[in-house]
């Protein structure tokens, strides 16, 4: 159950992102509420997960698989650039989730 209140809170989190940059510095109001409720439930959800798993494991997880798929929506919805190094700095930030997750105690 733990691993699916972090599934829920990376949503939230990556929904959260998304309404930051479409409530355009927080000038359009349904956005900038989404974002903080988005943020404030993710919240709640981690919470949740760390009662189980590793906080290190849950926070890296959290961060990894967010930034990651919130660069590709920054990609397709957005039209932000993906240049090679910032693909090779993705990588790099996938495999240091493996890296957390197959360690011992993990």
């Known amino acids: ?3 699916l209140y ?3 809170a990376i949503l939230l989190e990556i929904t959260g992102t998304t309404c930051v940059k479409l409530s355009n510095g927080l000038t ?9 409720v988005c943020y404030m439930s993710c919240t709640a959800f981690m919470a949740m997960a760390a009662k189980k798993i590793d906080i290190s494991i849950v926070y890296g997880v959290w961060c990894g698989v967010g930034i990651a798929i919130i ?3 920054g990609v397709v919805a957005f039209k932000e650039a993906m240049p ?8 790099l930030v996938l495999v240091g ?6 360690s011992p105690g993990a």
């Open 97 to 102: 989730i493996v890296m957390l997750k197959l």
């Open 6 to 8: 972090l599934f829920i």
């Open 1 to 3: 159950m733990a691993w």
């Open 28 to 36: 359009r109001f349904w956005p900038s509420v989404a974002m903080v």
């Open 84 to 91: 090679p190094l910032k693909i090779a700095g993705l990588l």
């Open 71 to 73: 660069s590709v929506i």
